[in-house]
DNA sequence: TATGAATGAGGCTTCATTCAT
DNA sequence: TATGAATGAAGCCTCATTCAT
């Protein structure tokens, strides 16, 4: 997609709506957020922004896409990163605030969820959660990780990051930001790992 | 404030248009809700609307605060039912998802955040986290818990509630939303509880 | 004074309620003064401004009314006063402008006209201007003014001491003030006075 | 802007919206007319009237100052037409009504006021008494005019001609109305005129 | 007569979307 | 393909007025 997409896109619009509207939703909402005001951002026309996206709901879910995709992509390299067990999860919890200080100043677009970008084609949070259910399985099967039901047990371990990262996001500095993230290991160390 | 409305309220009208609020925007979401539509539900004249509430979105705000205040009262009190620290945990768990199950049909009203409650006056989740954070720190002290940061804890285990509540809320009948209160509660005493 | 005297003293309310309405209707204009302020100005209910006036157009037109009421009765006392045509046409000025600065700070309630009071019933500034058409009609068959069309030197009389009203206003002090009485006073002798 | 806009404006949309908005605001009011009705008089869309005009306020605001330039224009060029003193006044005189008599019908405009068209940036009146407040000076400098304070001169003979005005819009018939314009030219010349 | 909660019609304004250029 | 002026449906909210108490 990304190499199909620069090739219809050489002026690189595209990304220029998406930088703009990644910007907006993020400080303004998206009620809050006009295509006029996503147009004139990202230096287009407004017709511009309806070539690029069938309407102004793709556009947000769209950025929502590639942010999800960002943090499942650590997921999975993070995990991938690890040798044992407890390495993979310190890995992958690395991986995911490494990618969150990248997108810190758009991180509220995240939270644009139900109101908006849910929609039959699109459930927020699944493509993370799809690789923490692989990720579980494939360490329950290996024996490292405790038994549990594999839904559940992504369900909550996802749950551990997102509140661990809205801890993140509110703390000054970053030695007390790291303090977070130790806290996060510990715990889902001691949550999931055997032994 | 709100027992004096009440009182000032014998026909109930106030509480028609919550639940009318509930109904509407938990289905439709914020901006597919008009006040029209909720005034007709409630069976008040859109004005009276304006005299229950400023506007459309301290309608929602009061609606949210509502239903995170018996998030929060549901976790103190199955905390405060438990003897032992373990104990505690389960009541809680077992007290937060007997209020779940009361509010499942207006549960995505949970979700509208970001875009919509959320304002300099109302921090959404800080009611329940705030309830969450202070047990934490009374267990630690009691030596019954592990040590951690207790905000990074409380956001934590807020976390792992939220998410195992997602999980919950797909599942498929009775007997399988229990396997995700067990195992949330396994998850929990594995990561807080010493011993 | 205030709860208790005016229940005993009905026509105490409907003076509040005038005040209210001068007050309000001056500094805030018709439609950005609603019935609701008055009645809290004055201290009765919404309810009781229309057992004193049948609408809100109509408490403006009374007002108005009352206002103009006080400028025609000024004009033909201060007319009365003089001896001469001159001195008569000084002391109306005068009259006039003592009336003016009682009113001063809603005086802007005269200004709410074709919009607001205008109607077949009422048409503002006729009572003025029947005095002024009175004197002058008087003072041609004395000999004392030049002879004219009567309803246009009327008209232009009282525009000369309406033009000479807003300046009035908006100048800083007394001293500034009494320099447009005096050149108004010079103007209207040399307009209309024989000889 | 306006040369600019009209530019800009080859349909002479803004144009309608004027001509529409002229003629419903002085045969019903401004608070009588929506934007509705001027849409559908002129032509164009609700939505066009706000690429138009900010609000529909700032319309009003629109119509005024055109019809306050043609008078102020006509009192210009009127004074610049006569020779002598007495001659220009005539002049000014006959401009001002041949303005008027082409405004006649949307003549109420002029007298929405204060409840509407004020604001800081915007004091009815001022362009024509500005003019007329020039004219003044230069008439007493040359020794035309008798020597008056600038600022109450002016205003007063700018509510000559009001008043004038409003005689004249009453008149029932040219001849009619003629007399009420000769009346004014003598009283302006026997008030200001020297000798 | 006084009250003030309730009413609901209706206005202004916004803004996603379109389409002629 | 890009443009941006034009569109018009739709919603929030106001507030004069009513009427049961």
Redesign the pocket.
């Known amino acids: 997609m990304t190499t199909a997409a620069r090739k ?1 896109d050489p ?1 690189g ?1 595209r990304e220029a709506v998406c930088r703009a509207g990644e910007a907006l939703f993020a400080s303004r909402g998206y009620a809050g ?4 005001e996503i147009a004139r951002e990202a230096g ?5 922004l ?2 690029l996206f069938p ?3 793709a556009l947000l879910t769209e950025l929502h896409r590639r942010m999800e995709r960002r943090f499942a992509d650590a997921t999975q390299q993070g995990w991938a990163a690890g040798q044992t067990a407890g390495e993979r999860l310190d890995r992958m919890v690395d991986a995911l605030f490494i990618a969150a200080a990248e997108v810190a100043d758009i991180m509220p677009l995240y939270e644009l969820t139900r109101d908006t970008v849910s929609s039959d084609d699109y459930r927020p949070g699944a493509a993370v959660m799809a690789v923490i259910h692989l990720q579980y399985t494939e360490a329950v099967s290996r024996g490292d990780f405790h038994a549990h039901d594999p839904a559940a047990a992504a369900a909550i371990a996802h749950g551990m990051v997102e509140g661990a990262m809205r801890d993140w996001a509110v703390r000054p500095g970053a030695r007390e930001q790291r303090r977070t993230i130790r806290e996060l290991k510990v715990l889902l160390r001691r949550a999931f790992l055997k032994g």
């Open positions: 219809m002026d619009k957020t006009t295509m006029a287009v026309a407004v017709g511009t309806y070539t309407d102004k709901r």
